[in-house]
Every structure is written in structure tokens, then in C-alpha cells.
């Protein structure tokens, strides 16, 4: 026992031992760790990055295809970025503005605030006590108002004196207090006398390079490796970075290291305007695909006036349109007409119209009952004179009533619940879905598979292609949408466009089955016709 | 000239906004947009026309006494009723029992004028004079209650704690259970379209399932998320572009058509 003891206290020894040991290699190693990095890396000694190659090639112009106020910059990236010293991290777009600018861009700020103050009077009378005050001890309008009117005394068409301002708000709120309409008849002024202003700046810029006036100021950041920026606005004068047009613009690029003391100027660029195009070249292979497809339409509808025989495919579930017009008139039951959630300006719509003209002319012919409830008062309006010509052409004028076609509701599931309470109450015969349809197409067509109607439907909305698919009993499938209404007419013109249609098509698969055919076997050639296609818009 | 006036504004508007779509110049925008501002003028005047057509045929309903006559009964009171709180506003810790009666007595008035315009002709001046009376009755509470006020031209209305309960506590929740039945109606779809009855069901049963399956963990998940990919974006990639082109040019097709006045249908002449 005691020989035990004398082990374990042995055993117990050495372990503290090797612990100790342990313990100290570690500590040690990790001074000697300290004092290396500590004498690697002293503060004095971090090398200086070095100053990085300029860009080259830099080019400025008018960016193509747009509405103006847009300047492209390109430039070749510097011989640092990504090789070299590696040190480029980005590429700062420096412009030349005049001084004036900023007090433009001021004055369009103030107008923003005082605009935003006067939003205020439409609440309540102490909100609009306060814009008051704001107004008057209001520091940056007012010094904005003075800069102006001291840089050019010449101009004083945007002189919106305190006077002005304290007149105006404090007799909106007389009006306000004796409960009178606040109308907003002086806001409109200001946005007016701001645009005066933007006048100066053409002749300001036109000062350049006289750097009493004016200095280079960042209009955007590109990150290493980009070689091109696109300097550009929007249409409205007052909105932020506004780029007037016909105005000569004077570029620099600065490249950017991790130091933002240590960057690189190139040369200057300039003078260059925006301007907006009157075409936009990006859309040529659109165009000549609209005139050969209007070509190929004129030429067809010619061929089909002439008595040329044109043959269409049957669409079975047009060709469902009469017996299901039939089976509700066995069976007494009504037909349900759906144009869907599109608007009057929607094709799809449009292409609604035509079948509705048919279905109602033959439910006139029959004497069924019709229902067609809409959810866009456009539509109905619309629906209601399609329907009422489509009776007086069956030669039964007196059955037309103002109530087939109604309106519910634009709101969306709202419809949805009153025209599924029409299919579960009036258990219609026959239900037409045709138009434009979203994530309610299911649930109305789900209801009338419920209720057992016939069901025919038709959207160009490829997601609700499936749902309708599964829940109808025909289902028009995208341009069979567009191409019932030529089916159910048989006029030479309508089913001269068919053929147009088809034509077109079969043109489109020909190129695709060449374009796969050149990019496999001829590459280079395969780019070339694939460029012919590319639309920039 | 009454059919070809119509048919001469399409084409030249048609052509118009054709040749806009080509000319990226602000004036083309500028141009656009106040044209396009006209479909928003015309849907005011239309929603008019809407409501007065929803009125009527729930009117019409109401008085034939058919079966389920109560629903368009709460469609209208809903409708009034949701306007009259948008037009006013009630005054902070007033009583609402004045405004409850005030909308009671505006209800009344209403369909007593409704009938007495749509009803029958023997009880119309009847009826006519009631609501007139009750319309009187309406305005002396709008002028001397104080603990509401009528609020025409600010937004005040749309605070209204009494149309901002109804919204969201009635229709908001309305909606999104209508929207929830999409879920139960997907499971039905899905039952009887994933019934193998012939090959290309069967095809479609097995495409289904590989695109279902596809985030199942185990061995498969792997192979059966790869097979999904494929399944997705060639096949049935390749289905909805024959579809999209097919569209794209039916809606050139169907656009021509309209300009050149070969389409009428959208105008009752088929």
C-alpha cells in the first residue's frame, strides 16, 4: 500500500513536471513570437505605398441610344491595377464644375425643403404654425436665397424674399384657420423660378479652365478592374446630380489607393455635351422584324381577299365554344364570361374582346343567359358594347340587358370571392376564362371544376398556363389566345394574319437551328449572326 | 363617321406610340407619358360608371327578393359606408354613438332614394320625399354635431380609426383568406393532375415528383436535386420559350391588326 503511494506521488511529480515544462516552452515561444513581430514590424517602418500608374486612353462622349443628361467615360485601367504594385483599389470620376453649380443645387434643395414645409399645411393649423417659424429663422434657404441674389444681380428672377415666403404661408393659415380649402396654387412658382436659374450654367462652364471659378468634384466611383462609368441623370432638372444638356463637360480620372493621400490624376477630357437621340440604333433588328412581320401580314391578308385557301388547325377548345354554349342552353343554366385582372390596353384583353363578341352573339342566338362580371371599370365599359353590338347582330337587341355585364370590384381577391359566390350560387353551365389571369386563375377555376361547369380558358400569363391546364377542360394555350379570334370569324383578314404568324415562326426556327448549327461548327461566323439578333435597349 | 372616327384615332395613336418606342429622346418620353396619363383620366370617369353599374344590379337583386338577396345588401352599406369614413374624421375622445346614428340616418336616406328612383312607380314619391326628409335630418347632425366633421379635401379621412379598423381588421384578413384557399385548391389540382392515366401523365406524375423531391436529404437528394435542375431548365425551359415566342409575336400580331383596323371585336364589330 504504501509502495502504491510512493508511486502515485512519484507519477504525480512527473506530471506536474511535464506540465511546467510545457508551460513554459509555450510561454516562451510566444515571447520570443512578440518580440519578433515586435521587431519585424516597427511603426516608423511600414513601406510607403508608392503612387500608382495613371489610366490611359481616357475617352468621354455622349452616351448612345438615351434620352440625354448622360456622358460615358472609358479609359484603359492603370498599369497598377491588378498588376504591377497591385495597389488600385478604385477609380474616382472627377468632373469640372463651376462654383455656381453649388449654389444651384442649393437652390433646388431649398425648394425642396420649403416644398416639403408647405406639404405640412395640408394637416393641422400648429404643424403649420411650425413650418412658419421653420421658414423664417429657416438658415439654409434663406442664405441660399441671398448667395444668389448677391452672385448676379442682374438676375432676379428667382428673388424669393422672406417677405414672399412669410406672406404666403402665414395667409395659407388664416385660410386654414377659417376652415377654407388650402389649395397649393404657389408651389407651382417655385419649381418655375429654379429652372431660370439653371440658365447660368452654360456660361459658367463655358469659363473653363479658370479655377477661380470652378474645381473637379467626384461624380462617381469605379472599383479596380472597371473600365468605364456611366455619368448620367434624369430627365427632371430637379432631381439629384442633374446633367443639363448641350453643356461642354471637362473629365479627370483619379485612381484611388488603400491611402487616400496617395492617388494618381490622369489627363483631362473635354469638352463633351449629352444629348438625347431621335432613334435608338440599339433597336434596328426590332424594327426590321416589325416590317417584315407587317409585310408578311399585308401580303397574306391580300392572298386570303384574293379566295386563297388557308389552312388554320383546329383549336379544340374554340371548337368547345358552341357545344358548351349548347349544354347551358340544355340544361337552363347560365355561361360565365371572365375577361380577367388585365386592363383595356392589355392584347390579351383585347383578344378577350373578340371571343366575348362571338360567345355573346351565339348565347343571343340560343336565348342563354349570359353573366360577364368584371373587375376593371374600363373593361366592363368596353364589355358592355361588345356585348349589346354582338345581340343587335343576332337580330335580338331587346334581350340585351345593362346587368350581363357588371362591375364587382379592382381588388383583386375581393373579385376573386364574389365571382367564385356567383359560381357556387348560379352553378353556370359553361365558364370562359379569357384574359389576363394571376394567382387567381386556380381558385376560380378550381371552384368551377367544383361546381361542375364546363370550362374554357385562355391567358398569355405563362405561370397560370399550368393551373388552368389541370382545372379546365380546354385550355387555350398562349397565341392560341391571339389566334381564336381569326378561328371564330374565318375572315380572309384575320386568318391572313394567322399565316403571317406562322410564317414568322417558322422564319424564327430556321434561324435558331442555323444559329446553332454556325456557333458549333463556325464560331466566328456564329457571333456575327448572333449579333444580328441583339437587341440594346 | 361614327365607326371611322374611332378606327382613325386608333391608328394614328397606335402608330404614334409605335414610332415612340423607337425614339429614346426626353420629348418621346415626355410625350408618352401624357399619353399614357389619359388612361388614368378615362379609369376615373370609368370607376363612375363601374359603381353605378354595381348599384344598380344590386339594387335589382334586392328587390327581386331572389334567393341570397341579403349579400348585395351588405355590398352597398359596405360600399357607403367605406366612403363616408373616408370623408371624415371624428374628433379625438368624442362619443361615436352621434356618428353611428348620423351613418344610420345616411343609409336610410340613401336607399330610400335608391328605391324611389329604381322602384316601383307607385310608392316612388313616397319614398322620395322619406329620404329627402332624411337627408335633412343627416345634414342638421353633420352641422351641429361637433364630434365629427366632414374632411373633402385632405386625407384626414384615411385615418379615420373607423376606416382604418375596417381595412385592416376586415378586409385585409378577407383577402388573405382568399389568397390561403390557393393552397387547398393547389392539392386538388395537383391530385387530379398527377393521376397517371396515360403515358404523358405519367411523364408529367414522374417530372413532378424528381422536382418535388428534390431538397430531400439522404442519398438521393443529390442526384434528384441535379435531375430537378435539368428537368427545369431544359425541357421545361425550352416548352416556355416555343410559348413566349408564340406569344410575343400573337401580341405584334393582334397589335397590327388593331392599328390597321382589321381587329374590331374590342369595338363590337367582329
Known amino acids: 500500500m504504501r509502495s502504491y503511494l510512493e508511486k502515485m506521488k512519484a507519477s504525480r511529480v512527473l506530471l506536474l513536471v511535464l506540465v511546467c515544462s510545457l508551460l513554459l516552452v509555450s510561454f516562451s515561444t510566444s515571447l520570443l513570437a512578440q518580440t519578433d513581430s515586435d521587431t519585424d514590424t516597427p511603426a516608423d517602418s511600414i513601406p510607403a505605398i508608392a503612387a500608382p500608374a495613371q489610366v490611359t486612353d481616357l475617352k468621354a462622349f455622349d452616351t448612345d441610344n438615351d434620352h440625354g443628361h448622360s456622358i460615358t467615360i472609358e479609359w484603359t485601367l492603370s498599369a497598377d491595377d491588378g498588376a504591377g504594385a497591385k495597389s488600385v483599389i478604385s477609380y474616382e470620376i472627377m468632373r469640372w464644375e463651376p462654383f455656381v453649380r453649388d449654389s444651384v443645387m442649393a437652390a433646388r434643395d431649398s425648394l425642396g425643403w420649403v416644398q416639403a414645409r408647405i406639404n405640412k399645411f395640408e394637416k393641422e393649423i400648429p404643424l403649420a404654425e411650425e413650418s412658419l417659424d421653420e421658414v423664417l429663422t429657416g438658415q439654409p434657404f434663406l442664405d441660399s436665397l441671398s448667395f444668389l441674389v448677391a452672385y448676379d444681380e442682374k438676375d432676379t428672377s428667382f428673388v424669393l424674399t422672406s417677405e414672399y415666403v412669410d406672406k404666403t404661408l402665414r395667409d395659407t393659415i388664416a385660410a386654414m384657420k377659417r376652415d377654407l380649402p388650402v389649395l397649393k396654387v404657389r408651389a407651382p412658382l417655385l419649381p418655375a423660378r429654379f429652372d431660370s436659374l439653371l440658365i447660368l450654367l452654360p456660361k459658367e462652364y463655358g469659363k473653363y479652365p479658370d479655377a477661380t471659378i470652378g474645381r473637379f468634384d467626384s461624380v462617381g466611383t469605379a472599383v479596380s478592374g472597371v473600365t468605364s462609368h456611366e455619368n448620367s441623370s434624369a430627365v427632371d432638372s430637379r432631381s439629384p446630380g442633374f446633367i443639363p444638356d448641350f453643356i461642354d463637360y471637362y473629365y479627370r480620372i483619379d485612381v484611388q489607393t488603400s491611402d487616400p493621400n496617395i492617388r494618381t490624376t490622369s489627363e483631362i477630357v473635354g469638352p463633351v455635351q449629352s444629348s438625347g437621340q431621335w432613334f435608338n440604333s440599339g433597336l434596328v433588328p426590332v424594327l426590321i422584324a416589325i416590317l417584315v412581320f407587317t409585310i408578311l401580314t399585308m401580303i397574306f391578308v391580300q392572298l386570303a381577299k384574293k379566295g386563297m385557301d388557308l389552312y388554320v388547325r383546329p383549336l379544340a377548345g374554340i371548337e368547345a365554344v358552341d357545344e358548351a354554349i349548347g349544354r347551358a342552353t340544355e340544361m337552363g343554366r347560365p355561361i360565365l364570361y371572365v375577361l380577367g385582372l388585365g386592363s383595356a390596353a392589355d392584347i390579351a384583353t383585347i383578344a378577350s374582346f373578340t371571343i366575348l363578341g362571338r360567345v355573346a352573339k351565339k348565347v343571343a342566338e340560343y336565348q342563354t343567359e349570359l353573366n360577364v362580371p368584371c373587375y376593371d371599370p374600363i373593361v366592363m365599359a368596353v364589355a358592355q358594347e361588345v356585348v349589346k353590338s354582338a345581340f343587335i347582330d343576332a337580330g335580338r337587341p331587346e334581350a340585351y340587358k345593362d346587368d350581363i355585364v357588371h362591375f364587382i370590384t379592382n381588388s383583386q381577391f375581393a373579385y376573386v370571392g364574389a365571382v367564385n359566390g356567383i359560381i357556387m350560387r348560379d352553378l353556370p353551365a359553361t365558364n370562359v376564362y379569357m384574359g389576363k389571369f394571376f394567382a387567381e386563375s386556380l381558385i376560380l377555376a378550381e371552384t368551377g371544376a367544383v361546381a361542375g361547369s364546363i370550362q374554357i380558358a385562355g391567358t398569355d400569363e405563362i405561370p397560370q398556363i399550368p393551373f388552368f391546364f389541370v382545372a379546365c377542360d380546354y385550355t387555350l394555350i398562349g397565341e392560341e389566345l391571339f389566334a381564336a379570334s381569326a378561328y371564330l370569324g374565318r375572315e380572309p383578314e384575320l386568318l391572313g394574319s394567322l399565316k403571317a404568324q406562322d410564317y414568322a415562326k417558322a422564319v424564327l426556327l430556321a434561324s435558331a437551328i442555323i444559329g446553332i448549327l454556325l456557333i458549333n461548327i463556325f464560331p466566328e461566323y456564329g457571333e456575327t449572326f448572333k449579333s444580328w439578333f441583339e437587341v440594346i435597349d | ?270
Open chain 2, 1 to 270: 363617321m361614327k365607326r371611322q372616327l374611332p378606327l382613325i384615332l386608333v391608328f394614328v395613336f397606335g402608330t404614334l406610340m409605335v414610332i415612340q418606342y423607337f425614339v429614346p429622346h426626353e420629348n418621346s418620353e415626355t410625350v408618352k407619358g401624357f399619353l399614357l396619363d389619359w388612361i388614368v383620366i378615362i379609369g376615373i370617369f370609368a370607376l363612375a360608371l363601374g359603381l353605378w353599374s354595381l348599384v344598380q344590379v344590386s339594387v335589382a337583386k334586392i328587390n327581386s327578393r331572389k334567393e341570397n338577396w341579403e349579400y348585395p345588401l351588405v355590398t352597398l352599406a359596405s360600399l357607403v359606408m367605406m366612403m363616408f369614413f373616408g370623408f371624415t374624421a371624428i374628433t379625438e375622445g368624442a362619443s361615436l354613438w352621434s356618428y353611428f346614428l348620423a351613418i344610420t340616418v345616411f343609409l336610410i336616406a340613401l336607399w330610400m332614394f335608391l328605391q324611389g328612383f329604381m322602384g316601383q312607380a307607385a310608392n316612388r314619391n313616397m319614398k322620395l320625399l322619406s329620404g329627402l326628409g332624411l337627408l335633412i335630418v343627416f345634414s342638421l347632425l353633420a352641422i351641429f354635431d361637433s364630434s365629427w366633421e366632414f374632411k373633402f379635401y385632405t386625407a384626414e379621412g384615411l385615418t379615420n380609426q373607423m376606416f382604418v379598423h375596417f381595412f385592416d381588421y376586415i378586409m385585409i384578413p378577407l383577402q388573405a383568406t382568399m389568397f390561403a384557399l390557393l393552397a387547398f385548391f393547389i392539392t386538388s389540382a395537383s391530385y387530379r393532375a398527377f393521376r397517371a392515366r396515360n403515358l404523358l401523365a405519367t411523364l408529367l406524375l414522374i417530372a413532378a415528383l424528381i422536382v418535388m423531391l428534390r431538397f430531400t436529404p439522404g442519398p438521393w437528394g443529390e442526384y434528384l436535386a441535379k435531375t430537378s435542375a435539368w428537368v427545369m431548365n431544359v425541357p421545361n425551359l425550352a416548352a416556355q420559350r416555343a410559348i413566349v415566342i408564340g406569344i410575343g409575336l400573337g401580341i405584334v400580331a393582334t397589335a397590327l391588326k388593331v392599328i390597321l383596323g382589321i381587329e374590331r371585336g374590342y369595338m363590337g364589330k367582329g
